[in-house]
């Protein structure tokens, strides 16, 4: 079992992407948590990232603020400052990890370089109930799928990966065909409440190949198709084209997570990630592994999307084991998770 430490006060950034957050961690319990969504995204289909750094500059002062103040904390009363350096936007990246060098040096207190996959993973820490090592983790977000055998803090096997698009780009993309604007994923969810999931058999690509990769190309695709054949589809039967669309990225997402637990003989599994949101995902986990007795994890949905809260809990289990980093420390777009493997 992971021991959360409980003689630190961490302030966290998270600028990842389009999302400027800030928490503190304190005596082992999350504070706060402050979140700013850039929603004029929406209008470009799409994350625009210019304009994204830009607004983080602007956010970046007043969030963390709001977060020292609702957690009743000053300056003074900081460990560390954890603070995301990768993967993500080279230009949000750079806005929140500038800020956390200058607080952190200001204060002459450790600086935590947080790796932003590697902090979805323990996101379930910020819950009562915590999975046991080793645990399995599927990660799915609109930039990653993946299956990872987690042993302890640093220490993982990357059994599965997305071979093309990542679940939550599929979401996106087939919500662009549909009309449904950016991004997608919840309004998917929602709709698929009211529609019929069998109403179209889509594929389930690769659910039954024997590696625990995915591939979620062919089944948007198949929905380009079926709506090119059905031109009036997306406006009389859209809830059942949507649970029908849901429905097959669910079945592979869940089938393949459950079948690496067992061959790994793990019993506990964790869903994490924007993605993990989802309803029917959470539900479909929660129902088969009580039936295949495995014991299944994920964090409230605030915490599952990206937020300043994951990279205190992450900061805080490095900073115990006497990990933190230089001030020289660079923001970096890309880090696969198998590249932090230890």
Do not use: W
């Not at 409980?6 to 957050?21: A, G, P």
């Not at 400052?81 to 207190?109: C, E, I």
């Amino acid at each position: 079992m992971i021991a959360i430490p409980t003689d630190q006060t961490i302030l966290s950034i998270e600028t990842s992407c389009d999302e400027t957050s800030a928490a503190v961690l304190s005596g082992g319990e999350l504070r706060s948590v402050v979140i700013s969504s850039q929603h004029f995204h929406d209008e470009f289909g799409g994350i625009v990232p210019e304009l994204a750094s830009r607004a983080h500059m602007r956010s970046i002062l007043p969030i963390v603020e709001e977060a020292m103040t609702k957690a009743a904390c000053k300056p003074t009363d900081i460990s560390a400052v954890a603070v995301t350096h990768a993967p993500g936007l080279m230009g949000s990246l750079l806005v929140g990890l500038n800020f956390a060098k200058g607080f952190a040096l200001s204060l002459n207190v450790p600086l935590v370089g947080v790796h932003h996959i590697e902090a979805h993973i323990f996101s379930v820490m910020l819950e009562q109930e915590h999975p046991k090592l080793p645990f399995i983790a599927l990660i799915v977000s609109g930039g990653h799928t993946l299956v990872v055998q987690v042993n302890d803090i640093g220490k993982y096997e990357v059994l599965g990966n997305t071979l093309d698009d990542a679940a939550g780009e599929a979401f996106d993309k087939v919500g662009k065909m549909l009309g449904l604007g950016y991004p997608a994923g919840p309004v998917i969810d929602k709709l698929a409440k009211n529609g019929n999931p069998d109403f179209v058999q889509f594929p389930r690509p690769m659910l039954h190949d024997p590696s625990y990769d995915f591939s979620f190309s062919g089944i948007k695709t198949s929905v380009l198709y079926y709506l090119r054949d059905h031109p009036d589809a997306a406006s009389d039967n859209l809830t059942d084209i949507a649970a029908s669309f849901q429905r097959a990225v669910v079945d592979v997402l869940v089938g393949k997570t459950l079948r690496a637990a067992s061959d790994m003989e793990i019993s506990d599994i964790i869903a994490v990630g924007g993605v993990s949101a989802n309803s029917e995902l959470r539900s479909r986990f929660a129902e088969l592994s009580t039936q295949k007795h495995f014991r299944f994890f994920s964090p409230r949905p605030l915490f599952s999307t990206d937020n300043a809260a994951m990279i205190a809990m992450l900061g805080a289990l490095k900073l115990a084991r006497g990990s933190f980093s230089p001030l020289t420390l660079r923001a970096e777009a890309r880090v696969p998770l198998a590249d932090i493997l230890s």
